[in-house]
């Protein structure tokens, strides 16, 4: 059994996806089959708070058009819920992942054993097979979202570093709430208005306050 292709054959997208259809068409337009997701929960923590009463919101950006597998999401949720449930209560923070894998990828397998040229077609049939499911983001879209206290700042900034690994491109921590100009002044961080896709200078805060 081969194992999988590197992320990088399927990380770019420029194009609408084939539809996925669980039905007998074998219309080229219809991708059938394949994997199921392997993220099946897309929250954690504290759901009864909600978000305006966090004192941050923070959020992980990706700064360029990419395609996200199930798996990575799965990893990138275990890698922030889990130690932030040990670390901080599940009480004291709330998490989410907006990304859904939808979209179906498809693999030209290719036998890699002695005579395989005499089984198989090759690429003139390289449409391929489904093979699993992956979000598709745009550049300056958010992830993922966590809710947190400033005093726990530290730590939710570091397992969002550590999340941001499992990502093929580059990506950055901004804040999209905050309850008070003096804590998103000590957080540090950039204010990003995710529905606008751009940062908000503290200025301009500063200003429409006075």
């Not at 923070?58 to 990893?75: D, H, P, R, T, Y």
């Not at 005579?115 to 097979?129: H, I, K, L, T």
Request: glycine share 6%.
């Amino acid at each position: 059994m081969a194992s999988k292709r590197p992320w990088r054959c399927y990380s770019s997208w420029n194009r609408r996806p084939y539809q996925h259809k669980r039905s007998a068409n074998h219309r080229r337009e219809y991708a059938r089959g394949g994997a199921q997701s392997k993220i099946q929960r897309f929250w954690g923590g504290n759901k009864a708070i909600p978000w305006e009463d966090w004192e941050l919101v923070v959020g992980l950006k990706v700064n360029m058009q990419i395609q996200i597998s199930s798996n990575a999401l799965e990893a990138i949720r275990i890698t922030i819920n889990t130690p932030l449930q040990k670390q901080l209560g599940r009480t004291n923070f709330r998490f989410r992942v907006r990304s859904k894998p939808f979209q179906k990828y498809r693999e030209n397998r290719m036998l890699a054993f002695a005579g395989a040229d005499r089984v198989q077609s090759g690429m003139r049939n390289s449409f391929g097979r489904s093979t699993g499911v992956c979000a598709r983001v745009k550049a300056g879209a958010i992830i993922l979202d966590v809710g947190c206290n400033l005093r726990d700042l530290p730590y939710v900034r570091d397992r969002l570093r550590i999340a941001s690994m499992k990502i093929s491109c580059g990506s950055q921590t901004v804040v999209t709430q905050y309850k008070s100009v003096e804590i998103l002044k000590q957080s540090g961080l950039p204010l990003y208005d995710a529905n606008k896709r751009r940062e908000i200078p503290l200025y301009s805060i500063e200003k429409a306050k006075a």
